[in-house]
Every structure is written in C-alpha cells, then in structure tokens.
C-alpha cells in the first residue's frame, strides 16, 4: 500500500484546511486509516483515526475541531481540521493498519510522506 497525504499549507488561526489522503491497492477499505502530526522537536502524536467499519477515534487536542472521513470508491480518506490553532501546526502524516484502529504510530504498517500544516496567530 503506497499513501499519498496532500492539502497542507499556510493557514491563519481559527481558518480551516482539509488534508487528503490518497492509497493505492484495492484493499483500501480493510485498512483503518489514522492520521498523525510531528511538531518540531516532538515525538509523533495521534491525531484522529477511523477503522475499516467506520468507527472514528480523535486525540483530546482536536475533538470537536477536527473530524475524520473516508471514501472507499475513491480509495482517500480525509481530514477536515477547523478552527486551527497555531498548536496544531505540524507535518502530518497518514497511515494504515489492518482493520483496527490504534493511537500508537508503530502499530501502523504504511505511511505516507508527510504534509506541513502551518498555523499563523
């Protein structure tokens, strides 16, 4: 599986950015899909997930700000992020894992190359 996470940019705080996700394989919706972020000089974090069935799953920081969504025909899964704060700038990542969803980076077995969100105050 090779993922492909677009959509960053340079973004005021309270503005919105949604980042895609785009997979190959045509296993797509078997994978729960996550996404993650790395701020400088921290340690990769888990930003919000959703399983193959659908279940979502959201870090504290973004909840009611971000929501997560996938679309099978179109082998992508989406994060919509809203009312960003300048905490929230980061490289994003996404990554797949069978099935499941997890919050820790190392249970995921594919990841994409990374976006840089940056949120201006």
């Known amino acids: 599986v090779q993922l492909q996470a677009s959509g960053g940019g340079l973004v005021q705080a309270g503005g919105s950015l949604r980042l895609s996700c785009a997979a190959s394989?045509?296993?797509?919706?078997?994978?729960?899909m996550a996404w993650f972020r790395q701020a400088p000089g921290k340690e990769r974090e888990f930003v919000s997930a959703?399983?193959?069935?659908?279940?979502?799953n959201y870090a504290d920081s973004v909840k009611g700000r971000f929501t997560i969504s996938r679309d099978n025909a179109k082998n992508t899964v989406y994060l919509q992020m809203n009312s960003l704060k300048p905490e929230d700038t980061a490289v994003y990542y996404c990554?797949?894992?069978?099935?499941?969803?997890?919050?820790?980076?190392?249970?995921?077995?594919?990841w994409g190359q990374g976006t840089l969100v940056t949120v201006s105050s």
């Open positions: 959703i399983s193959a069935s659908g279940v979502r």
């Open positions: 394989g045509r296993t797509f919706s078997t994978f729960a």
């Open positions: 990554a797949a894992r069978n099935l499941y969803n997890n919050v820790v980076p190392t249970a995921y077995a594919y």
